[in-house]
């Protein structure tokens, strides 16, 4: 256990039970009154924002996160199978934890996860991921004085908004936190 002077900005405590990321830790001092930690932490599970105000001497649990890269190898039901690059060894991660990048995952591609004691807690996959284009419309001639976008679909099956000059058999470059179009691989 440690006291509340210890913690800082991103680490990660056991409060109430849950596995909570701090965001902010501001120490306070007002007028006359004893000094204490403002503290706003994010819930790593549910995102749920918590705000608590420790003591000086208050002890808390600073929980020990290993974040390490891992290559996706393939779905399992509501999780994807990740291997250790170092260890080869396989761990089962849930879908959630991927948030809406689950929609661009890739065999063979590498992601981030962070463990906390065997428990996986958080996953991220890469900000970017190269895809192929499996159909798209052919572009109407005349129809490119703006910027008009036309639907494609990708090899994880999502459909995304492209512009007019990208045909079937093109790869394209998608920013998984938002689903957007980037730019043209060659």
Sequence with gaps: MAKASDVKNGNILRFNG???TVEEFLH???GNLRAFYQARM???KTGKLVEYR?????????CRV????????YEDGDSFVVMDNNTFEQFNIPK??????????????NVIVAFESDEPIMAQAPFTVDLLVTYSEPAVKGDTSTNALKS?????????????????????KVDTRTGAYIERVK
Excluded: H
Aim: proline share 3%; net charge negative; hydrophobic share 40%.
């Design 18 to 20: 849950d596995l909570v």
């Design 28 to 30: 306070r001092t007002p």
């Design 42 to 44: 994010r819930n790593v």
């Design 54 to 62: 420790f003591r000086t001497e208050e002890e808390v649990e600073i």
């Design 66 to 73: 290993e974040t390490n890269d891992y290559q996706y190898l």
């Design 96 to 109: 959630f934890l991927f948030g809406d990048a689950v929609r661009f995952m890739k065999e063979g591609m």
């Design 152 to 172: 494609a679909t990708v090899e994880t099956g999502v459909e995304i908004k492209v512009p007019m000059f990208v045909n079937e058999g093109d790869k394209i």
